[in-house]
């Protein structure tokens, strides 16, 4: 069995039920995380539809949140779910915003870092968001459509 998440007739993504279910209750930790919904509705018999104006919402405000972190843990537990994002709204034909050249704007607002864990503040954030994006773009291969 598998289900679709769909964004009018075309399916963006065909996971397995397994990946499905993980996937939607990291949804659900991310949406409470950041306050926002992300255009991911509810699974009803078998399939899905995604919002495009609430996912570009929902994507760009988890881009930002994860390039404002300098904590290792933080950044291990959300880079696979922002990579998985990336994949649904490139398929769904967004253009995300680009995040500001300036790393001190994202010094503001970061998670603790315990002393010691080598991880420090960004200094190239558009970097960073390609090495993001490589990583979807290798992840969307084994996302089935």
């Not at 279910?21 to 409470?32: D, K, N």
């Amino acid at each position: 069995m598998s289900q679709y998440f769909d964004l009018g007739g075309e399916t963006l993504w065909n996971p397995s039920n397994g990946a499905a279910r993980l996937f939607l209750r990291q949804v659900s930790v991310f949406e409470a995380e950041l306050a926002l919904a992300s255009g991911i509705g509810p699974m009803h018999n078998d399939e899905c539809q995604i919002d495009p104006a609430a996912l570009k919402t929902f994507v760009d405000a988890l881009v930002e949140r994860h390039l404002r972190t300098g904590h290792a843990v933080v950044i291990a537990l959300s880079e696979a779910f922002l990579a998985t994002m990336l994949v649904l709204a490139e398929r769904a034909g967004i253009e995300l915003g680009r995040p500001a050249d300036d790393a001190a704007a994202y010094a503001q607002n970061r998670d603790v870092q315990v002393p010691g864990a080598g991880v420090g503040a960004l200094t190239n954030t558009h970097a960073h968001l390609d090495q993001l994006r490589d990583a979807a773009r290798e992840l969307s291969r084994s996302m089935a459509r």
